[in-house]
Structure formats: C-alpha cells, structure tokens
C-alpha cells in the first residue's frame, strides 16, 4: 500500500478507517506503518493498519486548506520513514488527542512508551495503557494549547518505567495482580 499511497502525496484524499471513520484531508507524508494528514486544522498521524480504503477526492479539493507549517512530529533519520512507534516517542509529555473506537477521542498525555503499549495520562480518564494496535490516530497540539480550558494543566504523572511491564499482555497481568491484591488488603481490613 505504501507504493501506492506515496504517489498521493500533496493531494487531498479520503480515507476510511475500521469502525467506520471517514477522513479527508491532504497527505502530507507517508511511513512505514503510519500516513500523515492534514484536516485543515491539524496534522493526523494515522496507523496504516486501519485504513481500510483511501481515494483522491477532487470534489472538495478547494475546500481543505494546504498547511501553513510543518508537522510538529517528522523522522529523526533522514535514511528511515516514519513509524508509529517514533511518532508516540516524540508525543511524550505533548498534549495530543487519540482516537482508538467510539466516537469520543481522549485528551491527555503519553508519559511512557513501551515495547507495544503506551501509558497515557487523561485529565478526565487519569491513568491509561493503550495498545498500539487499537490506536487509530494521534493529533499532537501546540505547547501553548491549554486543555479544558485549564490555564496551568500539566502531566501530573510521569512515567516510571521500573514500574511497567515491557509489552501490553504483561501490563494487564500486573495490573490484575495489583488490583487483585489491593481487594485482598480491603477486604481484610474491612472483616478485622
């Protein structure tokens, strides 16, 4: 699919996504498992692996604005394209919006990636694992984006990585096990 998509490049598409999401905008750069969009608004990075089908659409070619700027998020190594794993890397501690299913985004942070996770901080949600495998895309916002409306919103979480497990099935059984044996604590001291 890159072969082909890359050709696209400067033109405005539409792409279906699974779940049944529709985006429009320029393409601005193809990686290795992610494109780069631009809505008109702001640059979307989207995992290839859940385009389910993309095509020039001249009908509204007009009306998406071209990009004034550069994406915030580009290849450290001119020799290597994107990837998703390099875009979450370069997130961290920006303010982004997510997209995994549903029809809310969440807002927050990636304070910690890991090998096929990352640990993501939501000022409404808190504490979050995300597997890069459920993410659809990633919008990252300017430095002087406040979110909420919240004057002096920070990550209050920073990412520990002693504490975490290296990929998403071994975090979720760490998780388990911590909950499990917080339930143990409860439930002992409630019954003494």
Known sequence: MNKIIQNLVQEVIRIRLSGK????????????????LYNGTDFMYISQDHIQSFDVDR?????IERP????????QDNNKDLSLEEVVTQAIGTFVEVYLAGDQPLYGHITSVMNDYVVFQSPVYKTMYISLDHLKWLI?????YKPYGLDNYQSTVQGNQKLLASDFNNQVEKYNEIKHRQTKITTTLVVE
């Not at 393409?27 to 780069?36: E, F």
């Not at 004034?68 to 290849?75: D, K, M, N, V, W």
């Not at 990252?140 to 002087?144: A, D, F, G, L, R």
């Open 59 to 63: 009908d509204i070619e007009d009306e």
């Open 140 to 144: 990252p916002y300017t430095q002087e």
């Open 68 to 75: 004034t700027g550069f994406p915030s998020i580009i290849a």
């Open 21 to 36: 999401n529709s985006i429009t905008g320029t393409l601005i750069d193809v990686g290795d498992n992610i494109i780069v």
